[in-house]
């Protein structure tokens, strides 16, 4: 599929330009030439005859690198001095690190942030373990979990190579949220064992967030978790894509003049994220729905349902879903669909099958990189488009949801996150788009949108408290009555 630049692309490059009228153009034109687009530029050095310049070429891929070099050192009067990857560049000694909230500069200081009068801290705890919310970090920090099974769209790459993903996830909880987090990335694919290493986790974390650990495994580690934690346990590839999932399909299906319980749905990939839209779209009042994996259409008269072969997930998908039995492949099964929901892999939706949908058709076509149809290949035949990709409008990206569902969970400490707390948190995006603003390249709010979260975590509070999942609400939490009075007196 075509490729645009892209700030992951980027390089910086530092070029010795001789000082002589119209050079610069010179290279830029170079660079244009050779695939680049022209980024910052920044003057390093000026010397009698010549200026040192880093100028940021953005590309669509990196193999557009060497050409670019090349095309710069063959303007006479130029030489490449040196490149930086931006992206490494980055994550240069990792993302994230850790700061101290209280100042460390006298004698008092050190004597109540450590000994002896840590020690009186450590009594109350003791004696009152759930004071551990409000005396320490575990109010406000989640472990970002993952065994690196199933990475982007990297697959089974381990967990020291997931660690960039989990520091980026953790990057995104305190910017967005306010939220600590912290990657823990574990080097066993043992069930057992990551139920274990978690549980004992536990204590210092208000939140298990997991995240990249690969189907159906993924399953039945958020359930035994969840089972026998006392605090929320969520998985984002599954929960954070469905909640974000049904927020633009709120909106869509407002746009094009329908009801949920009457919608049609097929979905392709049923790994963690397509179980998880399937049970929310589910829940949110769709009845019709149709799930391919890699082998077709899932149904009860499928040989590896009959032969028992099918795992417990599929079998329950199975039953679940496709009353009518239908079988092939996604192109043969979405005749009169209404939507197609896309969590499997590049190219899998032929798009000329999209004209066999319903009428004003909705696809989600969200496999990273590339989509299971392209915008482009799609547009004659769909009214409202979405991918996962932020060069194109309508992405649907979970960090619309998790550091808001976390947020609220932790202001009201509540237990587990639940069915109803994650319909809030859709609503809550869906409604972040006035009605008046609905079209269809505009279905879900921006990333970047800083109401996201605080719409989120309200919604989740809300629903926290209707459930009666809210230990403490508001500004109490974190702080027992006494400790509140002391805070006033202060």
């Not at 259409?297 to 099918?310: E, F, K, Q």
């Amino acid at each position: 599929m075509p490729t645009s630049p892209s700030a992951q692309f980027s390089l910086t490059i530092r070029v010795q330009i001789a000082d002589r009228p119209g050079m610069l153009g010179r290279v830029a034109t170079a660079i244009g030439d050779a695939g680049g687009t022209i980024g910052a530029i920044d003057i390093v050095a000026v010397e009698d005859d010549h200026a040192v310049r880093d100028i940021t070429a953005i590309c669509s891929e990196e193999s557009e690198w060497a050409g670019i070099v090349a095309a710069i050192e063959g303007v006479d009067g130029t030489r490449v001095l040196d490149t930086t990857d931006r992206t490494f560049q980055m994550h240069l000694g990792g993302k994230i690190e850790l700061h101290s909230k209280s100042p460390l500069k006298t004698r008092d200081d050190l004597s109540m942030a450590y000994t002896p009068g840590v020690a009186r801290v450590c009594e109350a705890i003791a004696e009152d373990p759930d004071k551990a919310f409000q005396y320490t970090i575990k109010r406000n920090t989640v472990a970002v979990v993952s065994d690196g099974t199933a990475v982007l769209g990297l697959g089974d790459i381990g967990p020291a190579a997931a660690m960039p993903v989990m520091e980026g996830k953790a990057v995104l909880f305190k910017e967005f949220a306010e939220v600590d987090a912290f990657p823990i990335c574990l080097d066993t694919t043992d069930p057992d064992e990551i139920v274990s290493i978690v549980k004992a986790l536990a204590p210092t974390f208000g939140g298990i967030n997991l995240e990249d650990i690969s189907a159906p495994r993924c399953f039945e580690i958020e359930d035994r978790l969840a089972a026998e934690l006392d605090i929320p346990v969520f998985h984002d590839d599954q929960h954070g894509t469905a909640v974000v999932t049904l927020a633009a399909l709120i909106n869509a299906a407002k746009l094009t003049g329908r009801k949920l319980s009457e919608m049609r749905v097929l979905v392709t990939g049923l790994g963690a994220a397509g179980v998880a839209v399937t049970r929310i779209l589910q829940s949110a009042g769709v009845t019709e729905i149709v799930g391919c994996d890699s082998k077709g259409a899932v149904h009860v008269d499928r040989a590896d349902y009959l032969d028992g072969t099918m795992n417990a997930v599929k079998r329950w998908y199975a039953e679940q879903t496709n009353p009518e039995r239908l079988s092939g492949r996604p192109g043969d099964v979405i005749d009169g669909m209404d939507l197609f929901v896309g969590v499997s892999g590049a190219r899998v939706m032929p798009a000329e099958a999209l004209a066999r949908m319903n009428r004003d058709a909705i696809v989600f076509a969200m496999a990273n990189p590339n989509p299971e149809v392209t915008p482009e290949e799609a547009a004659p035949f769909v009214r409202v488009m979405a991918t996962g990709r932020s060069d194109y409008p309508n992405q649907i990206n979970n960090v619309l949801c998790f550091p808001g569902i976390f947020r609220g969970a932790l202001d009201v400490r509540a237990p587990q996150i639940t069915e109803a707390m994650k319909q809030a948190a859709a609503q809550a995006i869906a409604d972040i788009v006035p009605e008046e603003e609905l079209r269809e390249d505009y279905i879900v709010p921006s990333v970047f949108n800083r109401d996201v979260a605080p719409a989120v975590a309200e919604a989740v509070k809300r629903a926290a408290r209707a459930d009666g999942e809210a230990a403490v609400a508001g500004t109490e939490v974190g702080y027992a009555p006494t400790d509140e009075l002391h805070v006033a007196a202060g």
